[in-house]
Structure formats: C-alpha cells, structure tokens
C-alpha cells in the first residue's frame, strides 16, 4: 500500500473523501427540475449570464490579475520606482530565503572564494568551507595543506595543520577502512562528501561573523566485501570567520551531532550503486 492509499494522507483540495458516494456523480447526487423553462433546461443548468453578470465577472477577473502581479513584484518602494531588496530585520532572521548578494567565485575544481562582506557572504563562506574540509581530498597530506591555506586565517593555519595532522592518523585511517598512509585499498571507492542543509549566523559585528552551518555527511567505503560500508550522518559545523585580505577566513572549527531526523525507509543501494552515484554527480558550489 502507498502513502497516498492510506487514510486522510497525500488527498488533495476537491478530491475523494472516504464517503464513496459523496463524490460528484455519486449515488447521493439528485437532479432538481426548476420550473419555468426560462429559469433552466430541467436538469438544473443554469441559463446565459445576461450582460450585468458579465461585466462583474470580468471585473472580478481584472481585480485578481491586479493583485496577482502586485504580489509578484515583491514590494517595493514607496513611489514605485523599483523593488527595494530583502534584508533580514535581525542576526539569523529568514534563514530559509536565499538571499545572497552575489554569485562566489572560483574555477572548476577549486575552492569558492570572492565572498560579500556582509552576513550573507559568511554564510556561503562557512558552507563551501564545511564542504572542503569534509572532503575525501583532506585524508590526502598535500590536498589537506592546499585547503587549509585557502580557507584558513593565517594566525589560526600552523594551529590547523598541527591539529589534523595528528587527527589524521594510521588508527583514524583504518578506523575509516584506509591503508595506514590513507590510501583507498585496491578495489574500493573511498567517499567522504560533506552536503551543507543550512546555515546560520549567530554573530556578527563588523569583519567577525560566527557562523553554523547544519549538514549531513557520507563517509565510508564502497566495494563488495567492504567493513566499512558507506554511512550517512547529521552534524552542524561552527565557524568563527575574519575579514581578511578581501575575503572570509576561517579563524575557528568544531562540529557536535545533529540535529539528525527520523531514518526513513528507504531501501539501502548497493556498494557499486553508491561509488556510481558519488563518481557520477558532482558536488556544488554553496552561496546563500
């Protein structure tokens, strides 16, 4: 059984009811002949609207196409003279809108950079950062310096380099189902992709702004045989970022769990169905 054959759920505005008969067209309809062969043809349809109804109708039409196009003008100022831009009436206001300024920048295969100096901005910075730093390129010495020299500050980048080299240790690597050095072992897709939900700021003052952004993960390893299968996880990630040198830079990382929903039904893919999947669609570049 669907979801929509069971009670009350996916039924939409002027479906069927659980009454079988109190559908249009069911065993409950009756007919009404009115008298007068001017009021109707028996079977309760109405004559021709005459000229006065018309022209309340079309009126009544103009009214809507009116406040439609109103509506989707999106406000504006008080002469008229162009819509006026939507700005949060407090830190953390609208978190579900996109409201980013402008586009990021940055080339295929690299980090975006190029952030607006405003709430906005901190908080495309903090999700493309999530991304960088929850990929598979940080298991990799060389890639993981790259990264830390793109996104993070430069009083804050010996601290960085210093904690995650002995965070990304033999044990960590086998613990993850990668050789001692970080390799892949021969047969097997690593993955380890980090997917921002939201963000949001919760400081901001100037060229500091503290941001958290909710994401889900997968990490794992996928082949057959694999004792590391591909898992997925909820976790926010807080970033305390600096205005520096014409961009966001990261000044400050942690990451606690959740917050996670309920596990859904859905049927587990295969190894091959899952490295496909990672192999195949590509990650995005985050702006809010």
């Not at 939507?86 to 295929?108: F, I, L, S, Y």
């Not at 991304?131 to 009083?155: H, T, W």
Request: proline residues 4%; contains cysteine; glycine residues 16%.
């Amino acid at each position: 059984m669907s979801q929509g054959d069971e009670r009350g759920y996916g039924s939409e505005p002027g479906g069927r009811t659980e009454d079988a008969y109190s559908t249009l067209g069911g065993t409950r309809q009756t007919r009404t002949r009115l008298p007068g062969g001017d009021e109707g043809d028996g079977y309760g349809r109405r004559p021709a609207r005459n000229s006065r109804s018309l022209i309340m109708v079309v009126g009544v039409v103009v009214l809507l196409v009116a406040a439609i196009a109103f509506a989707n003008r999106g406000g504006g100022d008080a002469s008229g003279g162009g819509t006026a831009e939507k700005k949060p009436d407090a830190v953390g206001a609208g978190p579900t809108a996109a409201t980013g300024t402008k586009p990021v920048q940055g080339a295929d295969g690299t980090i975006a950079s190029g952030f607006a100096q405003d709430e906005q901005g901190a908080q495309s910075a903090a999700a493309n950062y999530a991304v960088a730093l929850g990929s598979a390129e940080m298991f990799d010495k060389v890639q993981r310096d790259k990264i830390l020299d793109a996104i993070i500050a430069p009083s804050s980048l010996a601290r960085f380099r210093t904690t995650l080299d002995m965070a990304y240790s033999a044990s960590f690597f086998a613990n993850v189902g990668l050789n001692e050095n970080g390799t892949t072992p021969d047969g097997f897709t690593f993955i380890s992709r980090t997917t921002p939900v939201g963000t949001k700021v919760t400081k901001a003052s100037g060229d500091q702004a503290n941001v958290d952004v909710w994401c889900t993960g997968l990490i794992g390893l996928a082949g057959e045989g694999s004792t590391k299968p591909v898992t997925d996880g909820w976790f926010t990630i807080s970033m305390e970022l600096e205005w520096i040198d014409g961009d966001w830079k990261a000044v400050t990382h942690s990451q606690k769990d959740g917050p996670a929903p309920v596990g859904g039904d859905t049927r587990a893919s295969s190894a091959d169905e899952i490295a496909d999947a990672v192999n195949g669609f590509g990650g995005f570049t985050y702006a809010r």
